[in-house]
């Protein structure tokens, strides 16, 4: 089994960086992909960005491309989550899910393990 837990979230004003932080417990594998989404209430969850655990490739939104990334030196089993240029729009619960296997799924059907998220909160 494993387990995964968001931290960092939080409220800011626009403009504002945040850094959130997934580490994932328990069971490890050898091939996995960490990813971000984020969910606001009463519309269903969108891909933010994932990091696939061989070679690091990173892959994100459109929405948040240029302004979030996933660096790329993170520990085994953790993942963050830059957040540069923050907007109100931004705001949602941030969820990290890992899927086993090094694929840049973008549908949250697609991954296997979640975290019970981070609030992130961007005033205007």
């Known amino acids: 089994q494993v387990q995964l837990a968001e931290s960092g979230g939080g409220l800011v004003q626009s403009g504002d960086s945040l850094r959130l932080t997934c580490v994932a417990l328990?069971?490890?594998?050898?091939?996995?992909?960490l990813a971000w989404f984020r969910q606001v209430p009463g519309k269903d969850g969108e891909f933010v960005g994932v990091i696939m655990w061989r070679g690091g490739r990173t892959y994100y939104s459109d929405s948040v491309k240029g302004r979030f990334t996933i660096p790329g030196d993170n520990a085994k089993s953790t993942m963050s989550l830059q957040m540069d240029s923050l907007k109100p729009e931004d705001t949602a619960v941030y969820y990290c899910?890992?899927?086993?296997?090094?694929?840049?799924?973008?549908?949250?059907?697609?991954?296997?393990?979640w975290g019970q998220g981070t609030q992130v909160t961007v005033s205007s």
């Open positions: 899910a890992l899927r086993v296997g090094v694929v840049a799924a973008t549908e949250m059907h697609e991954y296997h393990y």
């Open positions: 328990g069971r490890t594998f050898r091939d996995y992909s």
